[in-house]
């Protein structure tokens, strides 16, 4: 299987500054090719310690320069084909181009509704507010001088496009970002869901609005490695699957660090039903957008890969000169998340896949009934996420599900109201949350289930039930049949003319 991919790769290698280079002579984007800057290497260092041993091919190719592990950057699409057909690459790829998602300022000022909708008062009455908990924003970096985020507790971060520690934010994309997450509550722009946490900016787009693979695969890995972080935020996305960007992800999440991405913004690059990446990846929280009033954005994505929805239509923004300013965009519906993330992160160190568990499973769903490719499975409303148990009761199935403090075995029962066992179902899960499912037996009317340890002894009740039963089909009434109309007598027939 290596070796196919390898063939295929270096293929689409030879393939590519061709096709490149015809786009650029009609001066026009063919939609076609996708943006790249040089070529990622894969290489093991002591494999590569053997390459440095043939300078010819080398020095006339040009530099390979180190990005972070294995991980190497060479322009020369040639000396790149040359490592992977002599053994000493395990992988080559394009390194390809992503872009973030926002569109333009739109619409009139809006209320700093985000808050509401998520439903984080029910947070705060439990006295989560983010505090110990980091979030790095992988973006275009961040203004801390901005009148929104002066009690943001902004850690010092990363400028990989200066390479430096100096922080800006030539964009403005990073700053709106940085305030859905811990925005000031002053009643202008939006209002913090997180305001509590440790933002830590890392940034890696600059005005261009564009940053590469290799950019964003060393944020995502020193985010979770160098800064210690529990969540990371990626408001942005490409639309050509990268192993190299992959791979930096599956090291986090083996972390137990939370990743969330925008679903992406429909548009002449992205069409609808598009797989976008990092949204895409199997271990990553794909994130739609909705308005205030829960419908779905008609410029946001919608495809398999979708996990939740969360507000990202209308937002206020503070600018720099204190101005407010509306946007749009599933950019902003991923810092929501983002933050509802932090929080159960906070509640009880939720692990990537818990906190995707539980969004899947107690999201108000919106929609159709269940997963759809709009909406994913609904917005995560904090109340209904962070409820010891949450039941609901369809066709004869009880849903249920448990937050506890370890994982086990969990068995879900229902009982009549005479207490008589009916039913029962056992998970075993190491997880801090537990969904389970149970059909009730035909016949079951009322009754009460409860969680039971793995030796029978009640944990808690979750839920009462009571089935009811349709009423009995009223036999059709049979229509009179309709009086027919008495014929005209011919003689009071008006004569022909």
Same mark, same amino acid.
């Given at each position: 299987?290596?070796?196919?991919?390898?063939?295929?790769?270096?293929?689409?290698?030879?393939?590519?500054?061709?096709?490149?280079?015809?786009?650029?002579?009609?001066?026009?984007?063919?939609?076609?090719?996708?943006?790249?800057?040089?070529?990622?290497?894969?290489?093991?260092?002591?494999?590569?310690?053997?390459?440095?041993?043939?300078?010819?091919?080398?020095?006339?190719?040009?530099?390979?320069?180190?990005?972070?592990?294995?991980?190497?950057?060479?322009?020369?699409?040639?000396?790149?084909?040359?490592?992977?057909?002599?053994?000493?690459?395990?992988?080559?790829?394009?390194?390809?181009?992503?872009?973030?998602?926002?569109?333009?300022?739109?619409?009139?000022?809006?209320?700093?509704?985000?808050?509401?909708?998520?439903?984080?008062?029910?947070?705060?009455?439990?006295?989560?507010?983010?505090?110990?908990?980091?979030?790095?924003?992988?973006?275009?970096?961040?203004?801390?001088?901005?009148?929104?985020?002066?009690?943001?507790?902004?850690?010092?971060?990363?400028?990989?496009?200066?390479?430096?520690?100096?922080?800006?934010?030539?964009?403005?994309?990073?700053?709106?970002?940085?305030?859905?997450?811990?925005?000031?509550?002053?009643?202008?722009?939006?209002?913090?869901?997180?305001?509590?946490?440790?933002?830590?900016?890392?940034?890696?787009?600059?005005?261009?609005?564009?940053?590469?693979?290799?950019?964003?695969?060393?944020?995502?890995?020193?985010?979770?490695?160098?800064?210690?972080?529990?969540?990371?935020?990626?408001?942005? !996305?490409?639309?050509? +699957? @990268?192993?190299?960007?992959?791979? #930096? $992800?599956?090291? &986090?999440?083996?972390?137990? =660090?939370?990743? /969330?991405?925008?679903? !992406?913004?429909?548009? +002449? @690059?992205?069409?609808?039903?598009? #797989? $976008?990446?990092? &949204?895409?990846?199997?271990? =990553?929280?794909? /994130?739609?957008?909705?308005?205030?009033?829960?419908?779905?954005?008609?410029?946001?994505?919608?495809?398999?890969?979708?996990?939740?929805?969360?507000?990202?239509?209308?937002?206020?923004?503070?600018?720099?000169?204190?101005?407010?300013?509306?946007?749009?965009?599933?950019?902003?519906?991923?810092?929501?998340?983002?933050?509802?993330?932090?929080?159960?992160?906070?509640?009880?160190?939720?692990?990537?896949?818990?906190?995707?568990?539980?969004?899947?499973?107690?999201?108000?769903?919106?929609?159709?009934?269940?997963?759809?490719?709009?909406?994913?499975?609904?917005?995560?409303?904090?109340?209904?996420?962070?409820?010891?148990?949450?039941?609901?009761?369809?066709?004869?199935?009880?849903?249920?599900?448990?937050?506890?403090?370890?994982?086990?075995?969990?068995?879900?029962?229902?009982?009549?109201?005479?207490?008589?066992?009916?039913?029962?179902?056992?998970?075993?899960?190491?997880?801090?949350?537990?969904?389970?499912?149970?059909?009730?037996?035909?016949?079951?009317?009322?009754?009460?289930?409860?969680?039971?340890?793995?030796?029978?002894?009640?944990?808690?009740?979750?839920?009462?039930?009571?089935?009811?039963?349709?009423?009995?089909?009223?036999?059709?009434?049979?229509?009179?049949?309709?009086?027919?109309?008495?014929?005209?007598?011919?003689?009071?027939?008006?004569?022909?003319?």
């Amino acid at each position: 299987m290596r070796s196919l991919l390898a063939f295929m790769l270096a293929f689409t290698l030879c393939l590519l500054p061709a096709t490149a280079a015809n786009g650029a002579d009609n001066g026009e984007d063919c939609g076609e090719t996708p943006e790249y800057e040089g070529y990622i290497v894969c290489c093991p260092p002591e494999r590569l310690m053997e390459s440095r041993e043939q300078p010819q091919l080398r020095g006339a190719a040009g530099n390979l320069d180190h990005v972070v592990d294995d991980v190497y950057l060479t322009q020369s699409a040639e000396y790149a084909d040359w490592l992977l057909s002599s053994g000493q690459a395990e992988y080559i790829e394009p390194n390809y181009v992503a872009t973030l998602f926002d569109v333009e300022p739109d619409g009139s000022e809006s209320a700093d509704w985000p808050r509401e909708l998520l439903h984080c008062d029910y947070a705060g009455s439990l006295g989560l507010d983010g505090s110990g908990i980091r979030i790095a924003t992988v973006d275009s970096g961040i203004d801390t001088n901005n009148p929104n985020l002066t009690e943001a507790n902004i850690i010092t971060g990363y400028d990989y496009v200066s390479q430096s520690v100096v922080m800006s934010d030539d964009v403005g994309h990073g700053t709106k970002v940085a305030q859905l997450i811990c925005g000031d509550d002053n009643g202008t722009g939006v209002t913090g869901i997180a305001r509590g946490c440790e933002l830590v900016p890392l940034r890696c787009f600059s005005s261009s609005h564009s940053a590469t693979v290799v950019e964003l695969a060393l944020a995502v890995t020193e985010a979770a490695t160098r800064y210690n972080c529990d969540v990371i935020n990626m408001s942005l !996305g490409l639309k050509n +699957y @990268s192993l190299t960007l992959h791979r #930096a $992800i599956q090291y &986090a999440d083996s972390l137990g =660090v939370v990743t /969330v991405a925008a679903a !992406g913004n429909v548009s +002449y @690059s992205f069409p609808q039903g598009s #797989a $976008i990446y990092p &949204a895409a990846f199997d271990e =990553v929280i794909s /994130v739609g957008s909705v308005d205030s009033e829960l419908n779905i954005a008609s410029d946001s994505m919608q495809n398999e890969f979708l996990t939740v929805c969360a507000p990202g239509r209308g937002i206020s923004f503070v600018t720099a000169s204190g101005a407010i300013t509306v946007s749009s965009g599933t950019s902003f519906a991923c810092p929501c998340v983002s933050a509802v993330a932090a929080l159960l992160k906070q509640h009880a160190g939720f692990s990537r896949a818990e906190c995707m568990s539980l969004m899947c499973a107690r999201s108000l769903d919106l929609g159709q009934p269940g997963f759809d490719v709009a909406y994913g499975y609904g917005l995560p409303q904090l109340d209904r996420l962070l409820q010891h148990t949450l039941s609901g009761l369809g066709g004869g199935v009880l849903s249920a599900s448990l937050l506890r403090s370890g994982g086990g075995t969990v068995v879900l029962a229902a009982y009549d109201e005479s207490g008589q066992l009916l039913s029962a179902n056992t998970a075993s899960t190491a997880s801090r949350f537990t969904a389970i499912q149970l059909t009730l037996p035909d016949g079951a009317a009322s009754g009460a289930a409860f969680f039971l340890d793995a030796d029978g002894v009640p944990l808690c009740m979750c839920a009462r039930y009571e089935i009811v039963s349709p009423d009995p089909e009223e036999p059709e009434e049979t229509e009179e049949p309709e009086e027919t109309a008495e014929p005209e007598d011919p003689g009071e027939s008006e004569d022909p003319e």
